[in-house]
């Protein structure tokens, strides 16, 4: 069964980096665009940044474009979001996701000084 297992997230002070990654199962990586979303309290999911299977396209969101980046390791199943300048308004949980119907678990990214 398809499995989306994110991990990365935690507390960093404002300016600060972090790296989520999704490590992805039963599916043919490769071939699948790969989303990053995220939530933050009282909000709506919102769609951070796409990828897709080689790499060759990408998409942010206005609010994390010059920030964020997504890549990909397809020999790992694994797609990364790297989070530089982090601002308070990044706080949110992280979830990956594929096909528009499967989501990770999410990790929490808390941006606090």
């Known amino acids: 069964q398809v499995q989306l297992v994110e991990s990365g997230g935690g507390l960093v002070q404002p300016g600060g980096s972090l790296r989520l990654s999704c490590v992805a199962s039963?599916?043919?990586?490769?071939?699948?665009?790969m989303r990053w979303y995220r939530q933050a309290p009282g909000k709506e999911r919102e769609l951070v940044a796409t990828?897709?299977?080689?790499?060759?396209?990408?998409y942010y969101g206005d609010s994390v474009k010059g920030r964020f980046t997504i890549s990909r390791d397809n020999a790992k199943n694994t797609v990364y979001l790297q989070m530089s300048s982090l601002k308070v308004e990044d706080t949110a949980v992280y979830y990956c996701?594929?096909?528009?119907?499967?989501w990770g678990q999410g990790t929490q990214v808390t941006v606090s000084s």
């Open positions: 990828i897709n299977g080689n790499s060759m396209r990408t």
């Open positions: 996701q594929y096909s528009n119907s499967y």
């Open positions: 039963g599916f043919i990586f490769r071939l699948y665009d």
